[in-house]
């Protein structure tokens, strides 16, 4: 039994179990999907309040992603996805704050647990290649072979290195974070550990925009020109 | 009071540090007793029922915000542009108009103006035609007057003539009488008045 990062099944349905931090990700879904019902329940013309937050949010997503996309189309079909990890890894990273997170049994950020950022990281990698063959077809499979087939193998690596440096950053600065946070608490419970939240108040957003960005740009690789 | 960025800034920073030194105080006190030290396991990889739920998860939630936020909102920003586009349009329709109109405004100022001073032209030259026509007939009027003050006059004038030689006939008549003492015959008489009459009209006149 470890101190707080334990990933441990809180209950089973069926023969499926249940992790703790499968329940921490249905917090974080209802907390995100109530605020989107309430910030589009009325909209109006005229935004107001929530609904103006929201917009700003998703305008300024849809802005950045299509500058960092040389295809305007490609990024608006993609722009929904990756604005959900954003969130989502955002709220993920930032349930690490919250008191308990890493003291309470079973109760830590889900981006701590290399299962989940693994999961994200091989939907970003199926994303890549469903980006770049609806976009290019069969010429897709051409950029696995170029310039010259002997590079076939180093192209194959570089597309596994892919998710798995996205798993293993985001995993590694999350879990890392919230390691400090837990042995700062154990060495000084008051005060102290401040400092380390409030930097991590910046690492929770850093990492968030860092795997999103780097998803947004290897989707626009695999569906930009060049293949 | 004003309140500058700063002030705001040192408001900010105090409400972190307060609510993070909270937080950390909930954190010790939510363990029980003593915190246990932290042991630093790292997570078992490969669970695959944690993959299989945070993929199912992040699906829902994908699908959510599809459903919440993406949908409306890209709609929202669709029918805003078409309503910012069709009020710039409106806009530039009724500018178009609006200068339309000033220009017809113009045109009608300058035809009013035209037909002002035409009016006041032609009232001006009816004042004059009317003042002409004034000052000839008063003057007409009063060459008429004259001439027949004239007349009048001149008709006096002979009257009192007459008038004069009928008293100046009777007169010299009497005169006669007391001179001769006796009445003259009628023919005497007349011949006698006649010859002074005309000699004493000739002296009077």
Request: hydrophobic share 50%; net charge negative.
């Amino acid at each position: 039994m470890i101190f707080g990062m334990h990933d441990g099944v809180l209950f089973n349905i069926g023969p499926i179990p249940v992790d703790h931090l499968v329940v921490t990700q249905w917090v974080i879904i209802a907390l995100l999907g109530t605020i989107a019902f309430f910030a589009t329940r009325n909209m109006q013309e005229v935004p107001r309040g929530l609904q103006n937050a929201f917009e700003a949010i998703i305008t300024w997503a849809n802005d950045f992603f299509t500058q960092l996309m040389d295809k305007p189309h490609v990024a608006k079909k993609w722009a929904p996805l990756l604005t959900t990890f954003f969130l989502f890894i955002l709220v993920s990273n930032y349930s690490g704050l919250l008191p308990g997170s890493a003291t309470v049994d079973g109760f830590q950020p889900p981006t701590s647990n290399w299962n989940v950022t693994m999961t994200l990281a091989l939907i970003t990698f199926f994303s890549i290649h469903v980006a770049g063959f609806a976009e290019h077809s069969l010429h897709y499979f051409g950029h696995f072979v170029s310039p010259s087939p002997l590079m076939l193998p180093l192209n194959l690596v570089e597309e596994v290195a892919h998710p798995l440096s996205l798993t293993v950053r985001l995993f590694g600065n999350i879990f890392g974070e919230e390691m400090v946070i837990a042995y700062l608490l154990f060495l000084a419970p008051f005060v102290v550990p401040a400092a380390i939240m409030g930097l991590s108040l910046l690492l929770g957003a850093i990492q968030a925009i860092v795997f999103t960005i780097l998803s947004a740009s290897y989707i626009a690789a695999a569906s930009g020109e060049g293949h | 009071m004003i309140r500058d960025k700063r002030f705001y800034l040192s408001v900010l920073l105090l409400t972190m540090v307060m609510v993070l030194g909270f937080a950390t105080f909930c954190m010790a006190a939510s363990g029980s007793g003593a915190i246990p030290e932290p042991a630093g396991e790292t997570p078992v990889f490969g669970n695959f029922f944690v993959i299989g739920w945070t993929a199912v998860n992040f699906f829902v939630l994908l699908a959510l915000l599809y459903k919440f936020a993406f949908n409306p909102i890209n709609a929202m920003l669709d029918q805003r542009t078409t309503t910012i586009e069709s009020s710039l349009k409106h806009a530039e329709e009724v500018r178009i108009e609006v200068e339309q109109m000033k220009k017809e405004t113009q045109a009608n100022l300058a035809e009013s103006r035209k037909e002002a001073q035409e009016i006041v032209a032609r009232a001006t030259k009816a004042a004059e035609d009317a003042k002409t026509e004034i000052i000839n007939k008063a003057r007409e009027e009063a060459d008429n007057y004259k001439i027949k003050a004239k007349a009048e006059i001149e008709a006096a004038t002979e009257q009192a003539k007459m008038e004069l030689k009928d008293t100046s006939a009777a007169l010299a008549i009497m005169a006669a009488e007391k001179l001769l003492g006796r009445a003259i015959t009628e023919e005497d008489h007349k011949k006698m008045v006649d010859q002074f009459v005309n000699e004493a009209g000739d002296m009077l006149c």
